[in-house]
């Protein structure tokens, strides 16, 4: 842990709103799990998660901290402005390429509350593909119907929301050509799930792929039937149930991300 995030936040729980605090350690534990996953970039991308109550104040990581590193404390409060309302305690803004993505799909989806995005080698070299994802296991038959945006360069002009929420639509999750990918949820705990397993649906991509083997693709009807298996109003949200058990992860490895 870096001197920074260890000895220069010093606030408590008793500081926050307790709901605000409940979401900076759902969104802290997110970071922390994107590390433990290999899915972070060294200090760039973004998980962000709007404070419930709030229309638009969301958390996002100061930009200079490893994912390893945050915590409760040291997350940023901005509106969707790119204003800061709280910096954290520490020495470090917000990148601008964040706040650009971020807060376009927070502010067209009041629905969503948390929003996920990466630059996995995985997920940039299936959004580098012609084909998308392709629906060769169950695992990625969950989005059969994932959305698309054409890369634009780093994500630095305003007008671009307009046309990343139009891709986004009411999709959970979008592949960002020759770029990477962003999952949307309605809680931290399902945005990390989606996440988790679109990185994986490309690392299956990849894996089968590179055998060169010809592949066997399932009928459309089968597609469309295990992907309306996974909506979150067929069985369950996936992500909340699975939730605790990667709390508990955490704690058995490094639980200061609740600082």
């Keep these: 842990m870096s001197d920074y995030s260890a000895n220069a936040i010093s606030r408590r729980p008793s500081d926050f709103d307790h709901v605000e605090w409940q979401t900076r350690v759902d969104l802290a534990a997110c970071y922390r799990l994107v590390a433990?996953?290999?899915m972070s970039d060294l200090i760039y991308n973004h998980i962000t998660a709007?404070?419930?109550g709030s229309e638009d104040h969301i958390l996002i990581n100061p930009y200079?901290?490893?994912?390893?590193?945050?915590t409760a404390s040291s997350l940023i409060k901005i509106d969707l402005d790119g204003n800061v309302l709280d910096d954290g305690g520490g020495p470090f803004g917000?990148?601008?390429?964040?706040?650009?993505i971020h807060s376009a799909v927070h502010a067209a989806r009041p629905d969503v509350n948390c929003v996920l995005h990466t630059h996995t080698r995985a997920g940039s070299a299936v959004s580098a593909?012609?084909?998308?994802?392709?629906?060769?296991?169950?695992?990625?038959?969950?989005f059969a119907r994932i959305a698309y945006h054409d890369y634009e360069s780093v994500a630095l002009e305003l007008d671009e929301r307009e046309r990343l929420v139009r891709d986004l639509g009411n999709h959970e999750a979008m592949i960002l050509r020759n770029h990477g990918l962003l999952t949307a949820g309605a809680s931290v705990a399902q945005a990390f799930n989606l996440m988790y397993w679109l990185e994986m649906s490309c690392k299956i991509?990849?894996?089968?792929?590179?055998t060169g083997t010809e592949l066997t693709m399932p009928v459309p009807e089968i597609v469309e039937k295990t992907y309306n298996l996974y909506q979150p109003h067929v069985r369950r949200p996936f992500g909340e149930m699975e939730w605790p058990a990667m709390l508990r992860f955490l704690d058995r490895r490094d639980a200061s991300y609740k600082t």
């Design 36 to 38: 433990l996953y290999g």
């Design 50 to 52: 709007r404070i419930p």
């Design 64 to 70: 200079g901290m490893l994912y390893e590193e945050i």
């Design 94 to 100: 917000v990148n601008q390429a964040g706040y650009v």
């Design 129 to 142: 593909m012609k084909c998308g994802l392709l629906p060769i296991a169950q695992t990625s038959m969950r």
């Design 205 to 210: 991509q990849l894996d089968v792929m590179g």
